[in-house]
T-cell receptor
Framework: DVKVTQSSRYLVKRTGEKVFLECVQDMDHENMFWYRQDPGLGLRLIYFSYDVKMKEKGDIPEGYSVSREKKERFSLILESASTNQTSMYLC????????????FGPGTRLTVL | GEDVEQSLFLSVREGDSSVINCTYTDSSSTYLYWYKQEPGAGLQLLTYIFSNMDMKQDQRLTVLLNKKDKHLSLRIADTQTGDSAIYFCAESMGRDDKIIFGKGTRLHILP
């Protein structure tokens, strides 16, 4: 079974703090994704990565950056957290072909005070 | 642009069939998906259908695709309390491997 894990289920940070959200997948998938999920807005793509050290902006990259130093790990970074970044963050991974689906981690609920 | 629309809420009595509907705008979609999200969890793939198919059945789940109307539906037969979740419709263009998600339909099961 594919396993996608996220470093924390719940996280509380203060405005201005630097926040790291970690995601690890164990199936040697090439593609990894970060979404945020907000009520009434569904899932919105923040960043994705096709391969190690490669990254592409999604639909809402502002205020975020990412790092993919190893194939299995994709980190989402909030350089200076703000209250409007309070959300559920979901990581996903998939193999490189379009026939494959995305597998999701359990999510990290981040609250920024 | 690419867009996936679905209603936000659906209430169904236990034992009845649930039908969750979805419309999409991009006719070049190659794959259409249904994901399930239980409370406090990530998304789990339920089923998917290729765009050249009309129907797919998997146990209690039936997916119908009307490509002309760009309409996708998920039917859950004999709805159980464990089916209570948010159901996301999603489409993949086949290019750049991105998947576009709808906002999700919250299915509520009435006793």
């Amino acid at each position: 079974d594919v396993k996608v894990t996220q470093s924390s289920r719940y996280l509380v940070k203060r405005t201005g703090e630097k926040v790291f959200l970690e995601c690890v997948q164990d199936m040697d998938h090439e593609n990894m994704f970060w979404y945020r999920q907000d009520p009434g807005l569904g899932l919105r793509l923040i960043y994705f990565s096709y391969d190690v050290k490669m990254k592409e902006k999604g639909d809402i990259p502002e205020g975020y950056s990412v790092s993919r130093e190893k194939k299995e790990r994709f980190s989402l970074i909030l350089e200076s957290a703000s209250t409007n970044q309070t959300s559920m963050y979901l990581c996903a991974s998939k193999q490189g072909t379009s026939t494959d689906t995305q597998y999701f981690g359990p999510g990290t609920r981040l609250t920024v005070l | 642009g690419e867009d996936v629309e679905q209603s936000l809420f659906l209430s169904v009595r236990e034992g009845d069939s649930s039908v969750i509907n979805c419309t999409y705008t991009d006719s070049s979609s190659t794959y259409l998906y249904w994901y399930k999200q239980e409370p406090g969890a990530g998304l789990q793939l339920l089923t998917y259908i290729f765009s050249n198919m009309d129907m797919k059945q998997d146990q209690r789940l039936t997916v119908l695709l009307n490509k002309k109307d760009k309409h996708l539906s998920l039917r859950i037969a004999d709805t159980q309390t464990g089916d209570s979740a948010i159901y996301f419709c999603a489409e993949s263009m086949g290019r750049d491997d991105k998947i576009i998600f709808g906002k999700g339909t919250r299915l509520h099961i009435l006793p």
